[in-house]
């Protein structure tokens, strides 16, 4: 699928936004928040899938201040330099950028009918934060994958005023068990936030571009619950004439 690159302006440069549309031109914006692999071709086909459903998505390079266009292959020796950069990566600094990014979505002419952020590994952390920092009104859903950065800090659950949907893997070894059980916890009696537990996966399960990491099976199940969820808190007009 096509897609288009802005350039989002910061106090110390600006950094490069990947834009995709749907098929009408026009429709909700979806922030999509890269893996420690970068804006690569994983992110690039599911960007390519949300559209499909008929939202404008754009994804951000949030490795700019690093490696400008970072984009590393799923095997070994691309999660070992992945995890180096990742080592590097100031994530506060990331949630910054990453919400510099949504404002300018938001602000795109083709963007209408509300906003949302869904990220994954890396990116699962930083749409989380971003949430908790987003204006009351400003975000319509938000989903995160196996944010490693989610268990320690679910303080920010109270700042999240969004329906959010989180996605673990009952048996990943970056988030053991326990600690997406306090998830589970913390998310219990909260009207606005779901949490999904894929038990026979690990870390990275939905990475189809990863034989490291995808199981197939729970990353279709995650995949359609979060059609689904973006179904009903942020419609699409594709969505609207299938139902």
């Known amino acids: 699928m096509p897609a288009r690159v802005e350039s989002v302006p910061t106090p110390e440069g600006s950094f490069d936004l990947t834009v995709w549309l749907p098929e009408d031109g026009t429709g909700p914006g979806l922030l999509l928040i890269q893996e420690i692999y ?22 951000p390079d949030l ?10 292959q799923h095997d070994e020796a691309g999660l070992k330099r992945s995890l180096e950069i990742g080592s590097r990566f100031d994530a506060e600094q990331g949630v910054t ?9 938001s602000a795109l002419p083709e963007v209408e009918g509300g906003l949302g952020v869904v990220g994954f590994c890396l990116g699962g ?11 009351a009104d400003k975000l319509d859903a938000v989903v995160s994958f196996y944010g490693s950065g989610v268990p320690d800090n679910l303080d920010a659950l109270d700042r999240i005023v969004a329906p959010v949907m989180f996605h673990f893997g009952g048996s990943d070894p970056y988030i053991p068990r326990e600690q997406v059980a306090r998830v589970e916890e913390a998310a219990a009696g909260r009207g606005n936030v779901e949490v999904h537990v894929e038990e026979d996966a690990g870390h990275a399960f939905h990475n189809h571009k990863a034989p490291m990491f995808h199981v197939p099976e729970p990353a279709a199940r995650a995949w359609q619950r979060t059609e689904q969820f973006l179904r009903r808190h942020l419609p699409t007009r594709r969505a609207g004439s299938a139902s």
Do not use: C, K
């Not at 690569?40 to 599911?46: A, C, L, M, P, Q």
């Not at 950028?97 to 979505?105: E, F, K, N």
């Not at 952390?125 to 204006?135: C, D, K, L, R």
């Open 97 to 105: 950028d990453a919400s510099a990014a949504l404002d300018h979505l």
């Open 63 to 72: 490795f700019w201040r690093l490696e400008p266009g970072y984009q590393a």
């Open 38 to 59: 970068g804006v690569s071709d994983y992110i690039r086909e599911v960007a390519g899938d949300l559209a499909g459903l008929g939202y404008v998505v754009g994804a």
């Open 125 to 135: 952390t930083i749409a989380y934060f971003v949430a908790a920092q987003a204006e």
